[in-house]
């Protein structure tokens, strides 16, 4: 899918503005093809850096194995990133691109903010790639089929509903604050009871968030006005806001229905 990169006449036209409908109609489209392309492109450097990851940590034969992990051989990189303190780095380094474009979003140019998102689309599937050591690779391929049409019919909800979802949004916030402290609670009980509820509620948020962040996107769109580059950097954050939406949803339901190894 390629990038729309053309400038966008993008938010609430002003009053007296003599551009019709059909080119506002236009310009949502646009925008929302660069906000979906960006994301689809980051859902690809995520994809392929897990998988060449997961092929470079792991033996080709039982006699090459350093180490192992449950019945998977390792290769000396798969011990290092998996089985050493360096797997924390692989885990949280994430979160530190997260902080990163939260507070430096706004003084980034829009080519800097999408460079930024592919680089953590590339560390995002190296965390990720630890999954393929847990679930088998047809599980793996059938789960991302399942987010993916789930994602699509729920994003296609935001986009064309006529129903205000903010009161939902507001709901889901709260549900995600709660999810994620259960999330950190179980770490200490590794509670197979709370792991299996906290999966199926964050399948349920996430689900949920889909829908809301697309209206919104879409809603920020017609009613906020900024200039091509505006619309450009907001393009991005955008595909990054989708992306976690999926990437989270995808994660809960492999917990949920993947094939463990």
């Known amino acids: ?36 392309n960006n994301m689809v492109v980051g859902l690809g450097i995520s994809g392929l850096v897990a998988l060449g990851l997961f092929q470079l940590a792991v033996a080709d034969a039982p006699g090459e194995a350093v180490a192992r992990m449950g ?12 089985g050493s303190p360096l797997k924390w780095v692989l885990m949280l380094a994430p979160l530190a691109f997260i902080f990163v474009f939260s507070f430096r979003m706004d ?10 998102f592919w680089a953590f689309a590339a560390v995002m599937g190296a965390s990720m790639s630890s999954l393929l050591l847990v679930f088998t690779g047809g599980s793996v391929v059938r789960v991302f089929f399942i987010t993916a049409a789930t ?32 999330s950190l609670v179980n770490l200490f009980m590794a509670s197979s009871a709370l792991s299996f509820a906290i999966s199926v509620l964050g ?19 017609l009613y906020s006005g900024m200039d091509a580059e505006g619309a450009a950097k907001m393009s991005v954050n955008g595909a990054l806001t989708l992306y976690l939406d999926f990437i989270n949803m995808f994660q809960f339901l492999l917990s949920l229905i993947g094939d463990r190894r």
């Open 71 to 82: 019945n998977v051989p390792l290769t000396q990189l798969g011990a290092t990133l998996y």
């Open 1 to 36: 899918m390629a990038f729309d990169n053309s400038p966008f006449r993008y938010g609430a036209q002003p009053q007296g503005y003599a551009g019709s409908q059909v080119e506002v109609d236009q310009g949502l489209r646009s925008f929302m093809l660069g906000v979906y």
């Open 151 to 182: 994602f699509g019919g729920l994003s296609l909800y935001g986009y064309t509903t006529k129903r205000s979802l903010s009161g939902m949004g507001s709901f889901l916030i709260m549900g995600l604050i709660g999810l994620i402290i259960a």
């Open 203 to 221: 399948v349920l948020i996430f689900a949920g968030l889909t829908a809301y962040d697309t209206q919104k996107l879409k809603e920020m769109y």
């Open 107 to 116: 003084r980034m140019s829009a080519s800097s903010a999408r460079m930024m």
